[in-house]
């Protein structure tokens, strides 16, 4: 069964750093997701992604963040500068985009700490 | 404003017996819902949907849900729990329409006891 899977598993950077996130999307998907969950609390949108360009974000979905589909498979995040409140589990998501009807199919996510 | 609400957020139910993990939104439009649930250090894996039709939805590893429009509710259900239905689960809905986000509430604790 197609996937969505997501590297690394767990990244840890000093504050400041920059840090990218990869996801590869289910093949034939045309929006992409990527949300992020602080541990222990509820799952919080932060960009949709359709026709290579940003269709939705979230107030979390600041300047230090962007999000680029590099070639016909990756989907990245980039957080330019990372602070201490960035750590969390980031997971990355897609959906067929056939109507809004869709359920998204998520990746396993990305554990980021930032000390 | 759109919403959805959890307002457990733990539920203990002994294995054998039946579970509901209950949940309530608040949209403008036609309320698309889903159940996802999360293993301990996993994704969320999509449970079912509610889009239209039949207010009782089933699903993946026997779960259904329950659409109530009076009650705005889509309460999560199964007959009989498992040790291994042990998770997090979120309820979602599509935040307005058109819109191609989901929006998902804080989640419910399930802890199935043996």
């Known amino acids: 069964e197609p996937e969505v899977t997501q590297t690394p598993s767990h990244q840890v950077t000093q504050m400041g750093q920059e840090v990218i996130l990869r996801c590869v999307p289910i093949?034939?998907?045309?929006?992409f997701y990527w949300y992020r969950q602080i541990l222990g609390q509820k799952v919080e949108f932060l960009v949709s992604?359709?026709?290579?360009?940003?269709?939705?974000k979230s107030e979390i979905f600041d300047d230090q963040f962007s999000v680029e589909r590099p070639d016909g498979s990756n989907f990245t995040l980039k957080i330019r500068s990372t602070k201490l409140e960035d750590s969390a589990m980031y997971f990355c998501?897609?959906?067929?985009?056939?109507?809004?009807?869709?359920?998204?199919?998520f990746g396993e996510g990305s554990r980021l700490t930032v000390l | 404003a759109q919403s959805v609400a959890q307002p457990e957020d733990q539920v203990n139910v002994a294995e054998g017996n039946p579970l509901t993990v209950k949940c309530t939104y608040s949209?403008?439009?036609?309320?698309?819902l889903f159940w996802y649930v999360q293993y301990p250090n996993r994704g969320l894996q999509f449970l079912l949907k509610?889009?239209?039709?039949?207010?009782l939805v089933k699903g993946s590893y026997g779960f259904e849900a329950e659409f109530n429009k009076s009650q705005t509710s889509f309460h999560l259900k199964k007959p009989s729990a498992l040790v291994s239905d042990s998770a997090l689960y979120f309820c979602a809905v599509r935040d307005r329409p058109g819109a191609n986000n989901l929006f998902f509430g804080t989640g419910t604790r399930l802890t199935v006891i043996p």
């Open positions: 093949s034939n998907h045309l929006y």
């Open positions: 949209v403008s439009g036609n309320p698309y």
């Open positions: 992604f359709y026709n290579n360009e940003i269709s939705e």
């Open positions: 509610y889009i239209t039709g039949d207010n």
């Open positions: 998501a897609s959906r067929t985009g056939f109507g809004d009807t869709g359920e998204l199919f």
